[in-house]
């Protein structure tokens, strides 16, 4: 029987992203099926830029969306991102490093069939819809969520 780790992606931080993604990519490479819930300002991560759309929103759904990150390359950090400044620092140590960067393990986790699932009250809030958002997402409940979670053997909150 294969293991299973659902993660709960509530923050929408470059480094807590990078964190969660990891996790995800390490666990797929060793068979546990994954599945990530994305509430709030985790579902961030998943706009795609080229999809926005301002059609059938409210005036403060417009405003939120033109105001918030327009997906996972303009996160900022949750700690020392200093107006970007403090990004660009971290993006230049990874490149020296060499390593991947947040879109890589998005990609990298999309590719491996990670479950991505992002919560319907969320995103009625927020004013997304689905369209917006990277096509892997299936737009599930609360309760949906915390079925699949306590299928999980792993649970973890970011």
């Known amino acids: 029987m294969n293991k299973k780790m659902s993660l709960l992606m509530f923050s929408g931080d470059y480094d807590k992203a990078l964190a969660a993604l990891i996790l ?44 918030t990150p327009k997906g996972p390359d303009d996160l900022p950090l949750s700690k020392m991102n200093f107006s970007g400044i403090g990004k660009k620092m971290l993006l230049e140590m990874m490149k020296d490093d060499e390593a991947p960067e947040l879109i890589d393990f998005l990609n990298g986790a999309r590719k491996k069939g990670v479950n991505f699932f992002g919560c319907k009250l969320s995103m009625e809030i927020m004013g997304f819809k689905k369209e917006e958002l990277i096509p892997e997402v299936k737009v599930v409940t609360a309760q949906d969520y915390i079925k699949d979670a306590l299928a999980s053997d792993i649970q973890l909150f970011i």
């Open 24 to 67: 995800a990519n390490s666990a797929k490479e060793m068979d546990i099926d994954v599945t990530i819930f994305f509430a709030f300002w985790g579902l961030l991560l998943l706009r795609e830029p080229h999809h926005m759309t301002t059609e059938d929103k409210s005036n403060y759904e417009k405003m939120f969306a033109m105001m």
